[in-house]
């Protein structure tokens, strides 16, 4: 009788921070719980959205028809839109090649700095966000336009006469996109870069090797991580963006997201639109997926 | 040409800023001549100046004053990818992103050798540290040992005039690095290139080296070989470092010849001892007894055995003993609060527990005067 009081332990109350405390399980699912909840709100219900979108037909008035249709995407083969297509690319490519050149001695500087330099170096490049990026990018249109403050420079050096007339070109929207894109590329680089122990260069230079060479050899392939990383940070946004080129770029320079985002606010066609933005979406996602397969993400490199 | 000596230190000083704004002086006043052909081991205490003294040899760091030579040539501020000399890190820093082969191959691509040679001797490097066919693995694949041996083959490749070891069987657990102790000794006679050793491991110096020198401060001590710097230690410091050793503090009483009488403060007696240095009468002095150089006779006993060189006594009483095999460990105190280590070798196989000492015997502590030492209390 008293054994069995004794065994018999009392009920207790259902309580949700015992279940988190001694189930492993019910931890980790409450800790991606909101993670998840955020990639479906905002990823997951859009990306639906837009793809049904694309099958859409446009309304008479600007609306939605529910009605299926495939011409939103026979109409992307217009030679129209494979030059825009292809422009994006060149323009997406070109960014991340710039920021790559120009990036890595920045972030080779930056992880050589002494250490207490490093934090305000860092905080320096992180700077301009702190300011609305359209409103960096208003500020360039001060800098680049003729008269404006890099030609009274220029010409204040003597280096140049005649005003550049760089405003609403192609070489524009190129300064903008770098000026954008450069920290994204910076900081991974820079991670990468600042891992790689003194002792291996130390290493290469006991076994012969100059620095140029003890660079080539091993810092270069060791920052192979970061490359990846800052390039793919780097083309991914630069091939859907659209700010830049309509501040910069006036109407000679049209990307593929100044046409998508054309179609969703002035033309309001939304399922041409939403076909647009899949096709930018599926050639972004074959292009890095083909880039990692062979690149791969130096995984080995960043244990 | 070979030169008789292969690496010198002539009064090498290094100053490294600290960062506080201050100066500290890493190498102070260091000269050094390693003989061709030698294992040599920098032997102290963590922050002594060691590393430094390896890293001046490698080229990272340039002497604040004094000269590098090696084989004969000046070295002044010649960059390490120059310098006839091979490192081992002590982390091994292999390369990880290439394979052990390219990792090995790597130093005789610097030289332009031809590929058909880089096989044979990347080949060959890795069957002399006994890791042959491991060539297509990454350095992380292998284990810490394995790791290490890479590192070895791939700065033995090149055929150092001078191979640099940088405490390399730090990381190695204790089987595994008394086992690598006896093959790098090995490895050293038979290739015959020069080691230059870092340790702060005193038994590893000791059962490696044809030469130590034992640094504290910046400062190299002592340079002797192993039986010199633990039988002759020529201050208080490498005494102290080297082995286990007693001491007892006192002034200096009368000198004749080397023979140093000491009077020692407790317990209240005199011992006579060699001393080392200069000394002076009324100086204050370390005696320097190692425990395994003494021996015991009951108090009551008589003692068969005395030396002609004459002989110490102290009267005292066991406080703890510990039989450990081949020796039986015994604390004596001898004074108020003041113990002696004493190791009395097991001669005699019996289990007679009449044959040991115990807790509370009475005892007298005999050490002839030729195992008696006496330094300056204070040269380090």
């Known amino acids: 009788m008293i054994t069995e009081q004794i065994g018999e332990r009392p009920k207790l109350k259902f309580s949700f921070t015992r279940l988190l405390r001694e189930n492993f399980k019910a931890q980790g699912i409450f800790l991606i719980t909101p993670a998840n909840l955020y990639l479906f709100i905002f990823i997951v219900i859009p990306l639906i959205i837009v793809v049904v979108l694309s099958f859409l037909s446009r309304g008479s008035y600007g609306g939605i028809e529910f009605r299926f249709n495939l011409t939103n995407y026979t109409r992307l083969f217009d030679p129209l839109y494979g030059k825009v297509m292809i422009f994006s690319l060149g323009v997406g490519f070109g960014t991340t090649v710039i920021c790559l050149l120009t990036g890595y001695p920045l972030a080779y500087f930056l992880a050589h700095a002494p250490i207490k330099q490093r934090s305000l170096l860092l905080f320096l490049i992180l700077l301009p966000f702190w300011t609305n990026f359209i409103i960096r990018i208003y500020a360039w249109k001060m800098v680049l336009r003729s008269g404006g403050l890099l030609d009274v420079a220029l010409q204040w050096l003597h280096i140049t006469q005649e005003p550049l007339n760089l405003l609403y070109s192609p070489t524009a929207v190129m300064i903008g996109m770098v000026y954008e894109f450069l920290p994204f590329m910076i900081l991974p680089l820079y991670t990468s870069l600042e891992k790689i122990e003194n002792s291996l260069l130390e290493a290469a230079a006991d076994l012969g090797a100059p620095p140029w060479k003890a660079f080539l050899r091993v810092t270069l392939p060791l920052s192979f991580p970061g490359m990846i990383a800052g390039t793919i940070l780097t083309v991914i946004p630069a091939m859907g963006m659209f700010v830049v080129p309509d501040l910069l770029?006036?109407?000679k320079t049209i990307l593929i997201g100044?046409?998508?985002?054309?179609?969703?606010?002035?033309?309001?066609?939304?399922?041409?639109?939403?076909?647009?933005?899949?096709?930018?979406?599926?050639?972004?996602?074959?292009?890095?997926?083909?880039?990692t397969r062979k690149a791969g993400f130096g995984e080995e490199l960043l244990v | 040409m070979m030169q008789d000596l292969a690496v010198e230190f002539h009064e090498i000083v290094k100053v490294f800023p600290t960062p506080e704004g201050g100066h500290v002086r890493a190498v102070d006043n260091v000269s050094l001549e390693i003989k061709n052909g030698e294992f040599f081991s920098l032997l102290g205490p963590s922050g002594c100046g060691k590393t430094t003294s390896l890293r001046l040899m490698a080229g990272f760091e340039w002497p604040t004053r004094g000269e590098v030579v090696i084989n004969g040539e000046v070295m002044g501020r010649k960059p390490p990818f120059l310098r006839p000399v091979n490192t081992v890190f002590q982390n091994y820093a292999l390369f990880q992103h290439m394979t052990v082969f390219q990792n090995v191959a790597f130093g005789l691509e610097m030289e332009k050798v031809s590929q058909t040679e880089i096989n044979r001797r990347v080949n060959e490097a890795l069957e002399m540290v006994k890791l042959p066919g491991m060539g297509r693995r990454k350095p992380k694949q292998l284990s810490g040992g394995q790791q290490q041996r890479i590192a070895l083959a791939r700065a033995l490749v090149k055929r150092p005039e001078v191979l640099l070891l940088d405490e390399p069987l730090g990381a190695l657990d204790l089987k595994l690095r008394k086992e690598m102790q006896l093959e790098l000794k090995a490895l050293q006679e038979q290739v015959g290139i020069t080691f230059i050793y870092v340790t702060h491991d005193q038994e590893e110096a000791l059962t490696m080296s044809n030469r130590i020198a034992v640094m504290s401060k910046g400062k190299a001590l002592q340079i002797g070989s192993s039986?010199?710097?633990?039988?002759?230690?020529?201050?208080?410091?490498?005494?102290?470092?080297?082995?286990?050793?007693?001491f007892l503090s006192g002034v200096v009483k009368n000198i004749d010849k080397n023979l140093v009488t000491v009077q020692i403060a407790n317990p209240e007696t005199q011992v006579v001892g060699i001393g080392i240095g200069n000394l002076t009468i009324g100086q204050t002095v370390a005696v320097s007894i190692r425990p395994e150089k003494v021996r015991l006779v009951d108090a009551d006993g008589k003692d068969p055995l005395a030396p002609e060189g004459g002989e110490n006594h102290l009267n005292g009483r066991v406080t703890a003993?510990?039989?450990?095999?081949?020796?039986?460990?015994?604390?004596?105190?001898?004074?108020?609060?003041?113990?002696?280590?004493?190791?009395?070798?097991?001669?005699?196989?019996?289990l007679d527990p009449e044959m040991y000492y115990s807790v509370g015997d009475a005892v007298i502590i005999l050490f002839p005067y030729e195992n008696t030492f006496v330094m300056p209390e204070d040269t380090a």
């Open chain 2, 227 to 246: 039986v010199e710097i633990y039988e002759r230690p020529n201050c208080r410091f490498v005494a102290d470092f080297i082995g286990e050793t007693n």
């Open chain 1, 249 to 251: 770029g006036g109407a």
């Open chain 2, 321 to 350: 003993t510990a039989y450990i095999g081949s020796d039986t460990r015994v604390v004596i105190e001898v004074g108020s609060g003041m113990r002696m280590k004493v190791w009395e070798q097991n001669a005699v196989s019996t």
């Open chain 1, 258 to 291: 100044n046409v998508i985002k054309n179609q969703f606010l002035t033309a309001r066609d939304w399922p041409f639109g939403a076909a647009a933005s899949m096709l930018l979406m599926l050639i972004t996602m074959v292009l890095t997926l083909y880039y």
